[in-house]
């Protein structure tokens, strides 16, 4: 140790008066820089003093080895926080596998079963509807017989006097059922028989079942009780009978001949209603409904009074 000169004693002993014995003095060892090639390298000391703080410690070591604690610090939490974020996502997953395993619970199962269902069974309605419509039913009006036909002096429900007409007519039709897989039921709108736009008799027909692929004659009775014609109903009266025709007596000269009067024009009449068929294809679920329109033109004779009248060529069948 170097010798103190007198003007450091002299400085020294200025600033303490109280003198304080000596603290040792503290040495940092670190490796020479001047080892790259791996050699074995002399450790140096640093023999220079460190400045002693207060408390004794030494101020340089004290901050490096702060910084090394913190340096270590930092890392053991990155090291922790790397492995707890490792841990974290395991853990997610592990759960992730474990849901992707959860079995679905009941109530899907019941519910895409009823939807399934449900879409099968409306799927296979709507097959018998599109292969049932297009088997309509076949109507022909084959005759109308007419078994009475009177006209006669009376009052309408208002007191009002005019001629009035009662009526009897049966109408015959043919009904087929051309279903191949099912039966229908057949009903009617009232059935209008017109005279001048007056209708002067009505029926219809009873309701019923007819199978598949079968066909009926079905007769419906058209009734008129003294309905009021107001004046229209000349043409339907019927005409007095022929008066006898004299015999001509000989005598010189021409003969006359005597010509039987013309009969009456025939009487156009109109017969309008529809038919209403509905087919029970499956229940209540699947019901095609056919209707048919028909119009018939007659003409009515007096002469063929109880007599069957063909108006086949004379109607229309229209579907609707």
Same mark, same amino acid.
């Given at each position: 140790?170097?010798?103190?000169?007198?003007?450091?004693?002299?400085?020294?002993?200025?600033?303490?008066?109280?003198?304080?014995?000596?603290?040792?003095?503290?040495?940092?060892?670190?490796?020479?820089?001047?080892?790259?090639?791996?050699?074995?390298?002399?450790?140096?000391?640093?023999?220079?003093?460190?400045?002693?703080?207060?408390?004794?410690?030494?101020?340089?070591? +004290?901050?490096?080895?702060?910084?090394?604690?913190?340096? *270590?610090?930092?890392?053991?939490?990155?090291?922790?926080?790397?492995?707890?974020?490792?841990?974290?996502?395991?853990?997610?997953?592990?759960?992730?596998?474990?849901?992707?395993?959860?079995?679905?619970?009941?109530?899907?199962?019941?519910?895409?079963?009823?939807?399934?269902?449900?879409?099968?069974?409306?799927?296979?309605?709507?097959?018998?509807?599109?292969?049932?419509?297009?088997?309509?039913?076949?109507?022909?009006?084959?005759?109308?017989?007419?078994?009475?036909?009177?006209?006669?002096?009376?009052?309408?429900?208002?007191?009002?006097?005019?001629?009035?007409?009662?009526?009897?007519?049966?109408?015959?039709?043919?009904?087929?059922?051309?279903?191949?897989?099912?039966?229908?039921?057949?009903?009617?709108?009232?059935?209008?028989?017109?005279?001048?736009?007056?209708?002067?008799?009505?029926?219809?027909?009873?309701?019923?079942?007819?199978?598949?692929?079968?066909?009926?004659?079905?007769?419906?009775?058209?009734?008129?009780?003294?309905?009021?014609?107001?004046?229209?109903?000349?043409?339907?009266?019927?005409?007095?009978?022929?008066?006898?025709?004299?015999?001509?007596?000989?005598?010189?000269?021409?003969?006359?001949?005597?010509?039987?009067?013309?009969?009456?024009?025939?009487?156009?009449?109109?017969?309008?209603?529809?038919?209403?068929?509905?087919?029970?294809?499956?229940?209540?679920?699947?019901?095609?409904?056919?209707?048919?329109?028909?119009?018939?033109?007659?003409?009515?004779?007096?002469?063929?009074?109880?007599? +069957?009248?063909?108006?086949?060529? *004379?109607?229309?069948?229209?579907?609707?």
């Amino acid at each position: 140790m170097h010798a103190k000169t007198d003007s450091e004693v002299t400085s020294l002993s200025a600033s303490s008066p109280t003198r304080s014995p000596r603290r040792p003095a503290y040495f940092v060892q670190s490796p020479s820089r001047d080892s790259h090639d791996g050699e074995k390298t002399a450790t140096s000391f640093h023999s220079t003093p460190v400045l002693t703080s207060p408390m004794g410690s030494p101020p340089h070591s +004290h901050s490096s080895s702060s910084r090394f604690s913190k340096i *270590n610090g930092s890392k053991r939490k990155g090291h922790a926080g790397e492995k707890q974020f490792a841990m974290i996502e395991e853990e997610g997953l592990l759960d992730d596998g474990d849901r992707e395993q959860e079995p679905l619970p009941r109530r899907c199962y019941v519910l895409a079963f009823i939807v399934g269902f449900s879409l099968l069974f409306a799927f296979f309605s709507l097959i018998l509807y599109a292969a049932a419509k297009p088997q309509k039913p076949k109507i022909s009006v084959k005759s109308i017989t007419f078994e009475q036909l009177k006209v006669q002096a009376g009052q309408d429900a208002g007191g009002i006097g005019t001629d009035m007409i009662t009526m009897n007519a049966t109408l015959r039709m043919l009904y087929r059922n051309t279903g191949t897989f099912f039966g229908v039921h057949v009903t009617s709108s009232p059935i209008d028989l017109s005279f001048s736009q007056i209708t002067i008799g009505s029926g219809s027909i009873k309701k019923f079942y007819q199978s598949r692929k079968s066909q009926r004659t079905v007769v419906v009775n058209v009734l008129g009780d003294k309905i009021p014609l107001y004046g229209s109903g000349s043409t339907l009266v019927p005409p007095p009978p022929p008066a006898p025709i004299p015999k001509p007596k000989k005598k010189k000269g021409p003969i006359v001949i005597v010509e039987p009067p013309a009969p009456p024009a025939p009487v156009p009449m109109r017969l309008n209603f529809t038919v209403r068929s509905r087919a029970y294809v499956l229940g209540k679920l699947v019901q095609p409904k056919f209707y048919k329109r028909i119009v018939c033109l007659i003409n009515f004779e007096h002469k063929k009074l109880s007599k +069957h009248i063909p108006i086949t060529n *004379n109607c229309t069948v229209t579907s609707i």
